[in-house]
C-alpha cells in the first residue's frame, strides 16, 4: 500500500499519520507545540577529536576513496563503505582494522553498488544493494542472509544521502521516489518527491510512505558545489524529512525555523521562537550569483537566483538516540583563498570561485523536540551519526584524501 500526504508545507495530522504508519488509529491523540528560544550566534559545544582512521600513503585496508556510508554499532564496532572499489571494512571501536566484509560481485555475500549500510540491534550488518537486495552480515563478519526487495517502484531508487536506514526494531527503511522523477522542466528534477518503503526484519514490505513536500513546486534547480564539509547550494527551499529510530518520521520545510516530529502516538510541532533569516552578504551573493551564471552558460539551463536572505537550515537528520540535528544556516566570512572543491574540472580557472564559508553549526533537539544544545562541526568535516556523547563521521585532508573520525562531543 502507498499513502501519500498532502502537497502542503505543515505535515498532516497525527491520525492520519497513525494510518500510513500502520497504528491503531484513535481520536484523542495529543498534539504537543513546542517553542525553543533563539540559541546564540556562538555555539557552546565543539567536537573533539578521538580518534581517526586512515592513511594517506598506508596499507588498502586504512585508505578510503570515496566514502558511501558509515555505521557505528551499539559496541562501538565502525564499519565504513567505500564506493570506488565497493568494499566494507569493520574496525573495532579503537579504530584498528579487523576484516573485509563480503566482496564485489553478484554471488551470496556480494555487491556490486551499495546505497548504504546500517547496523541492526542484535549486532550484524545491513548493505542495501541498488540491484533490489539487502544482504546482512553475521557479527563475525560472514554472509548471513539475502532478503530479495519486490517493491512496486517503477521510478527505482535515488542516490541520495541516509538512503538505507534501520530502526531500534530491526525494521530496514528504504528510500524511493514517491513520485517520477522525470517531470517537464528543463532538468527532470525539480518537484522530486520521495518516500519509504518499510520493510520488517524479515523483509516484508510493511507499507511505503510518501514524505510531505512543500505546496509549492520548485521550477527550477539550485545549483551544487561539492566542497570538503558536503554539497553547498545557494540557499535553496527546501523540505527535509529523517526517519528517527523509533520508526517515525521528523519533516520540516526550511522557509521557517520549523519541523515537526511525526510520532503516530503524537504529534510535536517544534519552532524556533523569533527566528530572523541570515542575511546573505552583499559579496557573498555576488559570487554565488556569477557561478550560477557561468553554469547556466555552460549548460544552456536556467537555475535558481541566489535569494537576499538565507532559509533557516539546510539539512536535518536524527541520531542513533532519537536526537535531532538540524544543520542551520549561519553568517559566512570571507576567506583568504576560494573553498576547495571536490572533483572540480577547471584547468584554465574559468569557473568563478565562492570565497565567502559559513561555520558548519547544528541545533541538536531531544526525541521531544527539547532544545539540547548547538555543536559546532570542524572545518573539512561531515557529521553522520551520533549516539551518546559521541559523534562520528567523515574528515577531508588538504589532498582531499578521507578520514574517518570518531569526536567526543564537549
Known amino acids: 500500500m502507498t499513502t501519500f500526504f498532502p502537497d502542503r508545507a505543515a505535515p498532516q495530522s497525527a491520525a492520519v499519520l497513525a494510518l500510513l504508519l500502520g497504528t491503531t488509529v484513535t481520536t484523542d491523540l495529543r498534539q504537543t507545540a513546542v517553542t525553543v528560544a533563539t540559541p546564540p550566534q556562538e555555539c557552546a559545544h565543539e567536537l573533539i577529536e578521538e580518534m581517526r582512521i586512515g592513511s594517506l600513503s598506508g596499507t588498502a585496508e586504512y585508505s578510503f576513496s570515496d566514502i558511501n556510508s558509515i555505521a557505528v554499532a551499539q559496541s562501538g564496532a565502525i564499519y565504513v563503505d567505500d564506493a570506488h572499489p565497493p568494499s566494507i571494512r569493520h574496525f573495532d571501536p579503537g579504530g584498528h582494522f579487523v576484516r573485509w566484509i563480503g566482496r564485489a560481485g553478484e554471488g551470496p555475500g556480494e555487491f556490486r553498488s551499495n546505497a548504504g549500510i546500517s547496523a541492526l540491534p542484535d549486532g550484524r550488518l545491513a548493505a542495501w544493494d541498488r540491484r533490489g537486495r539487502i544482504t546482512v552480515y553475521g557479527t563475525n563478519g560472514e554472509y548471513d542472509e539475502i532478503i530479495r526487495v519486490e517493491t512496486e517502484n517503477p521510478w527505482g531508487y535515488p542516490f541520495v544521502d541516509r538512503a538505507f536506514v534501520t530502526d531500534a526494531a530491526g525494521r530496514y527503511y528504504l528510500r524511493i521516489f514517491a513520485s517520477s522523477p522525470y517531470g517537464t522542466d528543463p532538468l527532470g528534477v525539480a518537484g522530486i518527491r520521495y518516500g519509504y518503503a518499510r520493510l520488517s526484519p524479515e523483509g516484508s514490505i510493511l507499507d511505503t510512505v510518501a514524505a510531505p513536500r512543500a505546496e509549492r513546486r520548485e521550477t527550477a534547480e539550485s545549483i551544487v558545489i561539492h566542497t570538503r564539509a558536503g554539497d553547498r547550494h545557494p540557499f535553496p527551499p527546501a523540505m527535509f524529512d529523517a526517519v528517527s529510530p523509533f520508526g517515525y518520521l521528523v519533516a520540516g520545510h526550511n522557509a521557517t525555523y520549523a519541523f515537526s516530529i ?21 559579496g557573498e551573493r555576488a559570487e554565488w550569483q556569477a557561478r550560477v551564471a557561468f553554469a547556466e552558460r555552460r549548460s544552456g539551463v536556467s537555475f535558481r537566483d541566489v535569494p537576499a536572505r538565507k532559509p533557516a537550515y539546510r539539512d536535518l537528520w536524527v541520531d542513533a538516540d532519537g536526537r535531532i540535528w538540524v544543520h542551520r544556516y549561519a553568517e559566512a566570512v570571507q576567506r583568504s583563498e576560494p573553498i576547495p572543491e571536490l572533483w572540480l574540472e577547471d584547468p584554465e580557472g574559468n569557473v568563478p570561485r565562492i570565497t565567502w564559508a559559513e561555520p558548519t553549526l547544528y541545533d541538536v533537539f531531544g526525541p521531544d523536540g527539547q532544545l539540547l544544545r548547538c555543536v559546532r562541526v570542524p572545518e573539512d568535516a561531515e557529521v553522520v551519526t551520533s549516539r551518546g556523547s559521541l559523534a562520528w563521521g567523515i574528515l577531508r585532508g588538504v589532498l582531499d584524501e578521507e578520514y574517518v573520525v570518531r569526536w567526543r562531543i564537549e
Open 262 to 282: 511525526l510520532d503516530p502516538s503524537g504529534t510535536i510541532e517544534v519552532e524556533r521562537q523569533g527566528f530572523q533569516p541570515v542575511e546573505v552578504k552583499a
